[in-house]
């Protein structure tokens, strides 16, 4: 029952070296930091594919006024989903402290035109006059029916 | 003039320990690679609001509408004006059109069974012939609604 006692000198310290762990902990903060405020305000939609968009700053801050509209024809404001016939005011109430009354659309390429028409119907009796179309930047070089080589 | 990296008697290194130097970069790298392409892009529009008194109104004969119509199999056709244009030539009708005018403004009314996909082209093909104004025609309004 004797204690071995290994003789390793002087300057052997048992503390567990924290300092690597530490790092990659603070390097992980960083990362959801400023990963967690973009994963928010997504309803998943497939963007049309345009050539012509130019990047839209405020539609990405956190008070941007987003409507989406989805390939089954379900309407979004913002995450939560809602019904044409409440969209006008719940937009209303959104945009009436707001000076940019800019109303961002989202929708899918695949979607009912019509929907679009109605959720546009409805925003604009909340008084909007200025909307954008969010969409993506085509990328593959192949032009969609109907255009002839614009790349 | 050489500079002479000689290590002392207790091995003792000189060189600068560059190591978490590259990880902090290389993390700084990894995060604006995130963050780039999520900036949103889009096509601006604007909704026309009716008028306050609808009887003063009178129709501006520059007006240029542009409409697209549901065609055979789902594949749209487009009217400038009521006149019909070829889906291949569209651009070079709207580029005629929009190359010799100061009053940039397009209204486009789509047909209310399209997919959204061909309406969002002919806002990308108005975007790209230079029209900064664009105005979105919807049945209701239409109506007078």
């Given at each position: 029952m004797a204690i071995v006692?290994?003789?390793e000198g002087k300057k052997v310290t048992s503390d567990i070296n924290v300092t690597p762990m530490v790092d990659v902990m603070l390097v992980l903060l960083i990362i959801f930091m400023v990963?967690?405020?973009m994963l928010d305000q997504k309803v998943n939609v497939t963007l049309a594919q345009t050539d012509s968009a130019v990047a839209m700053q405020d539609a990405s801050k956190q008070d941007a006024v987003t409507v989406a509209v989805t390939r089954d024809n379900k309407v979004y404001l913002g995450q939560d989903q809602t019904t044409l016939a409440n969209l006008g005011t719940a937009v209303a109430t959104k945009i009436q402290n707001k000076t940019?009354?800019?109303v961002y659309f989202r929708a899918d390429a695949r979607s009912h035109y019509g929907t679009v028409e109605d959720a546009i119907d409805a925003v604009r009796t909340a008084g909007v006059e200025q909307i954008a179309f969010l969409t993506d930047n085509r990328e593959s070089?192949?032009?969609p029916s109907g255009v002839a080589g614009n790349q | 003039m050489s500079m002479s990296t000689s290590s002392g008697p207790g091995g003792l290194s000189?060189?600068?320990n560059v190591t978490p130097f590259i990880d902090i970069?290389?993390?700084l790298l990894i995060?604006?690679?995130i963050i780039v392409p999520t900036t949103p892009k889009g096509l601006d529009a604007l909704v026309p609001q009716p008028p306050k008194n609808p009887q003063e109104s009178k129709p501006n004969p520059l007006t240029v509408v542009l409409q697209i119509a549901n065609g055979a199999n789902?594949?749209?056709s487009y009217k400038i004006n009521n006149e019909d244009v070829a889906t291949n030539d569209l651009r070079n009708k709207l580029n005629a059109i929009y190359s010799i005018r100061a009053e940039k403004v397009l209204f486009i009314q789509g047909d209310p069974n399209l997919t959204f996909a061909p309406v969002a082209h002919a806002f990308d093909i108005a975007h790209a012939v230079g029209v900064d104004h664009i105005g979105v025609i919807t049945p209701k309004m239409q109506q007078g609604q």
């Open positions: 006692v290994r003789n990963i967690t405020p940019d009354k800019t070089n192949q032009p | 000189s060189d600068m970069l290389l993390v995060i604006f690679m789902g594949i749209p």
